[in-house]
């Protein structure tokens, strides 16, 4: 007599062995994909908050620029009224990387361009970027204080949260006591 084994065959998985496996996938996957997005939003982020930190550096370089080239001009005419801050007058500035300067701004937060790699008031491609400046001060000192804000809004206190970058120095006429 031969006896029937019995054989428990069961191929493939349950039902619930693939729901399970499939919202595993779906979390693991959802996972890694806002990750990504998060490493791609902050890297944008960071890029900005630099280029925005040198927009608003070069702003106040270039008017100790102005500064700089006042002095050097007159010490070389032997101007007897040596004036540093000619052109650097309190209010609103414009600065341009070819170190023109424009107080006709109304006190207000102007669109950067961006042409041949170099960021300017005038044309060019439109930026996400805006600055403005101002001068305050008198005698021998002056304050420059450049703002450059990124995105939409532009009111606020100027923070890395609210995309905004702040640069502030002091400046002085350093030929004060100059004699040839």
């Known amino acids: 007599m031969t006896k029937k084994r019995k054989y428990n065959i069961q191929k493939g998985f349950s039902i619930m062995e693939l729901a399970i496996a499939a919202a595993v996938l779906t979390i693991v996957v959802t996972s890694v994909f806002t ?17 925005a930190a040198s927009l608003a550096q070069e702003a106040v370089e270039g008017v100790k620029n102005i500064r700089d080239t ?29 170190i023109s300067i424009d107080t006709n701004c109304g006190n207000s937060f102007s669109n950067l361009n961006i042409s041949s790699g170099f960021y300017t008031h005038a044309n060019g491609e439109s930026t996400i970027f805006r600055r403005k400046m101002e001068v ?45």
């Not at 804000?149 to 995309?163: K, L, Q």
């Open 35 to 51: 990750a990504f997005s998060s490493a791609i939003t902050n890297s944008i982020d960071a890029r900005n908050s630099v280029i």
């Open 70 to 98: 006042n002095i050097i001009n007159q010490i070389s005419r032997d101007a007897t009224n040596k004036e540093p801050f000619v052109n650097i007058d309190d209010g609103c500035v414009k600065i341009d990387g070819d």
């Open 136 to 180: 305050s001060g008198s005698g021998d000192e002056r304050i420059v204080t450049s703002e450059v804000r990124w995105g939409e809004d532009t009111s606020g206190n100027c923070t890395i949260s609210n995309r905004c970058v702040k640069a502030q120095t002091k400046i002085t006429s350093w030929l004060s006591g100059y004699t040839p």
